[in-house]
């Protein structure tokens, strides 16, 4: 028999979207707050000299500058008020995701519900506080090191580059929480995902220029496109995958009534840290990279052995990469999902696996499942950012085409499409609710 639910789902349309007054109103709310963050990643540092930054820019965006870049939608290249963008926060909530796990103050707060969740977020404040002071002034002391960028250097313009950074950060965690509470989608990740979309034009305007020059063959260029198309698809197909385990509750007795046993899922997805490990597993190997691009070659000669080992393209670059992937999505995985607390959660309201245990066999049990897919999904991220990796290193294919880059633009628009259908969902009951009102009033 198909529940109410199911059968709203299989009719759901956009063109409802026109009676929902709510959703449009959050839709408008979400677009005016990204206008707002491009605007931001337009107005510049005081005393930066442009021609001279650029310069600068064109010999270090092969290292951790040029992710950072394609993360703050050019914020970077252009040194704006918010080149440090939401970084520093992300940083922080991992940072104090990881601390719950190994400190039991803040595991006992995340155990207590609405009123430890504030204070975890306030805690992340505080630390992105910190993270983006750290980063805004090596910003400004790297700029000043850089020859002719700042035209005036010396304690007041790392002063006001700090204030000015660390400002544009918090203003983009605010914006963020407001999009995430008043819009729709998730504000963090929506504000990387106009970043990287906003420079994607531009950069599938350099390939077809490159094309046009003869630097880029023209079946090179359709052999990419029909790739992206296909990784998208990928991707897509991926995301959506899920292990479901069977939950089975007995029967109870509430008063006089005898309820039988009802039976539900435990759904486990097959990738779930996400983009983190791509990430993190970029930032860490691009380190080298950056440094060098800054001392210019002028460091220890095992130094720049490493920087040219750890060269796009290298196979040591091309190994690393894709363990650390490896290594990054069992992490994060063991973080974000506990098998003990979830068979703790199942025996306390009666759940069980058929034929296995409650407690801790049950824990195993999911464990051992967790594991299992984590590979395959490990194995799906390294395909999916190791195939565009090479046509970066070998084809000259702009950085905006990378797997980590397709991989967040697609997680994203999935989850806000989820979500707009989700307020559809919502709207189409609420109509049923007063149809039915109606008709009960007009029998009366």
């Known amino acids: 028999m198909v529940s109410a639910a199911e059968q709203l789902a299989a009719n759901l349309n956009f063109g409802a979207l026109g009676k929902a007054e709510e959703l449009k109103k959050r839709i408008w709310f979400t677009l005016g707050a990204l206008l707002i963050y491009r605007l931001g990643t337009y107005i510049p540092l005081p005393g930066i000299n442009p021609d001279a ?3 600068v ?10 992710l950072f870049n394609m993360f703050s939608g050019g914020a970077v ?5 918010f080149a440090l963008n939401i970084m520093p926060y992300i940083s922080a909530s991992i940072i104090i995701q990881l601390l719950t796990t190994v400190s039991p103050t803040l595991e006992t707060l995340k155990k207590e519900g609405e009123s430890g969740r504030k204070q975890l977020n306030q805690y992340t ?11 805004a002034y090596g910003i400004a002391v790297g700029l000043e090191a850089s020859g002719t960028v700042v035209s005036d250097p010396g304690w007041f313009f790392r002063i006001s580059t700090v204030i000015t950074l660390t400002g544009g950060t918090m203003f983009l965690m605010w914006l963020g929480e407001q999009i995430t509470s008043r819009g729709i989608g998730n504000g963090t990740s929506l504000i990387i995902f106009a970043g990287i979309v906003a420079e994607l034009p531009g950069a599938f305007a350099r390939t077809l220029e490159l094309g046009r020059q003869g630097a880029i063959s023209t079946p090179l260029i359709l052999a990419v496109l029909v790739m992206a198309v296909l990784i998208i698809a990928f991707i897509v197909f991926m995301e959506r995958a899920q292990r479901r385990l069977l939950i089975q509750y007995p029967k109870r007795q509430v008063g006089n009534k005898l309820y039988e046993g009802q039976s539900s899922h435990l759904p486990l997805k097959l990738n779930t840290s996400g983009v983190i490990p791509p990430i993190f ?13 800054f001392t210019q070659g002028t460091g220890p000669e095992w130094f720049n052995t490493v920087t040219r080992l750890l060269a796009h393209g290298q196979p040591l670059y091309m190994f690393m990469y894709v363990a650390m992937i490896v290594f990054f999505c069992f992490f994060y995985t063991a973080i974000v999902f506990n098998p003990v607390e979830t068979a703790d959660n199942l025996k306390k309201h009666g759940g069980f696996i058929p034929g296995i245990r409650p407690g801790e066999r049950t824990a195993e049990y999911i464990d051992y499942v967790l594991t299992r897919i984590t590979v ?7 395909a999916v950012c190791l195939f565009p990796e090479l046509l970066i290193s070998y084809a000259a294919v702009p950085f905006y085409f990378g797997g980590t880059s397709l991989l967040i633009v697609v997680s ?6 989820a979500q707009v259908q989700g307020h559809l969902l919502a709207h189409q009951y609420e109509g049923l609710v007063k149809k039915s009102k109606l008709r009960g009033g007009r029998r009366k």
């Open 53 to 55: 930054l650029q310069d």
């Open 57 to 66: 820019f064109r010999n270090a965006q092969q290292g951790i500058i040029g």
């Open 77 to 81: 290249q252009r040194m704006a008020i």
């Open 125 to 135: 404040r505080y630390l992105t506080v910190l993270l983006a002071v750290f980063q």
């Open 281 to 293: 597993a970029s930032s860490l190997l691009l380190i080298p990279a950056t440094i060098a691009s």
């Open 376 to 382: 395959v999904g490990a194995a799906y991220i390294a």
């Open 412 to 417: 994203v628009t999935m989850d806000t499409v």
